[in-house]
């Protein structure tokens, strides 16, 4: 992980009160944050509910029969589909967005795992796309400076931070 500048925390400073203002939106991807490596993983959240179901399912099996049984298992398992999944990504964007605005230091290390996407809240098309993509320049680049300067008139065309930068698929803002 890369050293945090004094400049690194003016910039989270700057992005944390945008994103406060709607300036700018923060997406994520569940399916890359939600893994064992990530700063915002939690094995337990991810493991407990469907071990829940599952037992609930032979213990229905147990005392209900085969039919029974297998008719708790495919309900657990849609149950899980339906409800547990969204729950569990809105889980891991709430502890993400926590992370990411705590401090530069912890921002840095959510962004370097990656599945993290910075858009302007008015212009989506104008982003930065972790890991590969840079928060710096785009926070330089978008958002207003304490001097009252204004960036965000006329960026240049098709400008973007990162391979793939104008491409959505994957990531969510979840809405509370």
């Known amino acids: 992980m890369a050293r945090i500048s004094a400049h690194d925390k003016v910039l989270h400073d700057r992005l944390r009160a945008a994103y406060e203002r709607n ?15 990530s700063p915002v993983f939690n094995p337990w959240e991810s493991v407990l509910p469907l071990l829940v179901l599952l037992l609930l399912a032979v213990i229905v099996l147990l005392v209900g029969g085969i039919l029974v049984g297998m008719g708790a298992l495919v309900m657990g398992l849609a149950i899980y589909a339906l409800v547990i999944r969204k729950w569990l990504a809105r889980q891991v964007y709430n502890r993400a967005l926590i992370t990411l605005m705590v401090d530069a230091k912890t921002f840095q290390a959510v962004w370097d795992h990656g599945g993290v996407v910075l858009a302007m809240t008015d212009r989506p098309q104008h982003q930065a796309r972790a890991p590969r993509g840079s928060w710096r320049a785009f926070v330089d680049r978008y958002l207003p400076q304490a001097d009252g300067a204004d960036p965000l008139t006329a960026p240049p065309a098709g400008a ?7 491409r959505r698929s994957g990531f969510s803002r979840e809405v509370e």
């Open 23 to 37: 300036v700018v939106s923060i997406y994520t991807e569940f399916q890359r944050l939600n893994t064992p490596g």
């Open 160 to 166: 973007s931070f990162g391979p793939g930068a104008d």
